[in-house]
């Protein structure tokens, strides 16, 4: 039954693929790019409707009258009047402009802010991904060991019939393996737990291996890809935009309007028809004032780019040193590994022939176990900084 679980749990792991493939889909699951598509579409119905209104403003004024006047030669004393006029307000100059920068503008922070979800997105499904290569390989390991030291233990029972070791020392042995397998059924839980999960973001995907072990690119191409400094930049320039867009609420704006006045006025000498232009200049000194506060907020977003270059040189330097250090570690570690492996070939032969008591024995065991762990994390944390680095450095996790 214990085998069975472990088989399950490390299926994934045999069943090779691909981290961009894993995260592709993810993205596509997560509908991401929909999302965007549907707001950019958004967005650009706005700015034609801001285009088709500066040239296209019309408003229609009708009116009816009737007046009652004496002396008039008409038997009820009355007239009617009637009035229609056809305005369009015309923005000849530019004026509102800014609204068609601003909603530009709005799109690209708005694929910036994408970008970030995306590569939040990228980095915690690979930190998921390698975790979970983590777990299955020390699964493995405590497995592989589990079944060498149940050969072990039936090689004891048969040193207890022939009463060349105690009954209380095979039970040690055998509460040693019980705890040993008590840890194994609690990783391969954990392991599937971990599955289960990132299953949930690609269904139809194999959990990946992380296989990269280089750094493909330099420094200044990770720091090139840098969406969170995007955003402030494009943000200032919005807040710039909108201020010169309420500086320039002095610009006039042309009225062209035609009107046709039908009266039934016995004095008048017939109907009127009028064409009319006129200029509309609006002269509000509290624009000028919220003009000044944006260009401000502007200056102060600006202020923050150095901020989070920055962040982003840290960024980089926290994923290159721990890239650097499980690399180093890796090097010390596989060295002394074959040592403790021979220590553990031979403290087996020793123990069996009893020149050793289980307390070294079982401390040569663990010795040899947590070199091989540590070597496990170091792999884990060298494929996972080098796969981040060279992600984000490519640009492929953007597009």
């Given at each position: 039954m214990l085998k069975t679980i472990i088989f399950i749990s490390l299926?994934?792991?045999?069943?090779?693929?691909?981290?961009?493939?894993?995260?592709?889909?993810?993205?596509?699951?997560l509908a991401y790019d929909k999302s965007y598509t549907l707001y950019e579409k958004a967005n650009q119905t706005s700015q034609s409707a801001v285009s088709y209104s500066k040239y296209a403003?019309?408003?229609?004024?009708?009116?009816?009258?009737k007046t009652y006047a004496k002396l008039l030669p008409t038997a009820p004393g009355s007239f009617n009047t009637s009035d229609i006029a056809l305005h369009d307000t015309l923005d000849l100059f530019g004026k509102n402009n800014y609204k068609i920068q601003t909603l530009r503008l709005d799109t690209k922070a708005k694929k910036s802010r994408l970008n970030l979800k995306k590569e939040q997105l990228f980095i915690a499904l690979t930190n998921m991904v390698a975790l979970?290569?983590?777990?299955?390989?020390?699964?493995k390991i405590h497995q592989e060991l589990?079944?060498?030291?149940?050969?072990?233990?039936?090689?004891?029972?048969?040193?207890?019939?022939?009463?060349?070791?105690?009954?209380?020392?095979?039970?040690?042995?055998?509460?040693?393996?019980?705890?040993?397998?008590?840890?194994?059924?609690?990783?391969?839980?954990?392991?599937?737990?971990?599955?289960?999960?990132l299953q949930l973001y690609?269904?139809?995907?194999?959990?990946?291996?992380?296989?990269?072990?280089?750094?493909?690119?330099a420094k200044k191409d990770f720091l090139a890809h840098n969406p969170k400094a995007r955003m402030n930049e494009l943000d200032a320039q919005k807040l710039?935009?909108?201020?010169?867009?309420?500086?320039?609420?002095?610009?006039?704006?042309?009225?062209?309007?035609?009107?046709?006045?039908?009266?039934?006025?016995?004095?008048?000498?017939?109907?009127n028809h009028s064409f009319g232009i006129a200029l509309h200049m609006p002269l509000n000194g509290g624009d000028f004032k919220e003009a000044e506060a944006l260009k401000v907020a502007s200056l102060s977003k600006q202020?923050?780019?150095?901020?989070?270059?920055?962040?982003?040189?840290n960024e980089y330097i926290r994923h290159y040193q721990a890239y650097v250090n499980a690399k180093k570690q890796l090097i010390v570690l596989?060295?002394?590994?074959?040592?403790?492996?021979?220590?553990?070939?031979?403290?087996?032969?020793?123990?069996?022939?009893?020149?050793?008591?289980?307390?070294?024995?079982?401390?040569?065991?663990?010795?040899?176990?947590?070199?091989?762990?540590?070597?496990?994390?170091?792999?884990?944390?060298?494929?996972?900084?080098?796969?981040?680095?060279?992600a984000v450095a490519s640009g492929k996790i953007y597009e």
């Open positions: 299926f994934g792991v045999a069943a090779f693929a691909d981290m961009t493939s894993f995260y592709k889909t993810a993205l596509k699951n403003n019309f408003s229609v004024d009708a009116a009816y009258s979970y290569n983590k777990t299955a390989a020390e699964l589990y079944d060498q030291q149940q050969k072990i233990y039936k090689k004891l029972e048969a040193l207890v019939q022939n009463g060349d070791i105690t009954e209380l020392e095979i039970l040690r042995f055998k509460n040693t393996l019980t705890t040993l397998q008590t840890k194994i059924i609690s990783k391969a839980q954990e392991l599937a737990k971990m599955k289960a999960q690609a269904p139809n995907e194999n959990i990946p291996t992380l296989i990269q072990t280089q750094l493909i690119y710039l935009t909108e201020s010169k867009g309420l500086n320039n609420t002095y610009i006039p704006t042309l009225d062209v309007g035609v009107a046709y006045q039908k009266l039934d006025d016995p004095t008048a000498y017939g109907d202020t923050q780019r150095t901020e989070y270059k920055l962040q982003r040189q596989q060295k002394a590994v074959g040592d403790f492996e021979k220590s553990e070939a031979t403290i087996q032969k020793a123990y069996l022939k009893q020149y050793v008591d289980f307390n070294t024995y079982l401390q040569v065991l663990k010795q040899a176990l947590d070199v091989k762990n540590q070597i496990i994390a170091m792999k884990a944390e060298e494929y996972l900084q080098a796969t981040i680095i060279n």
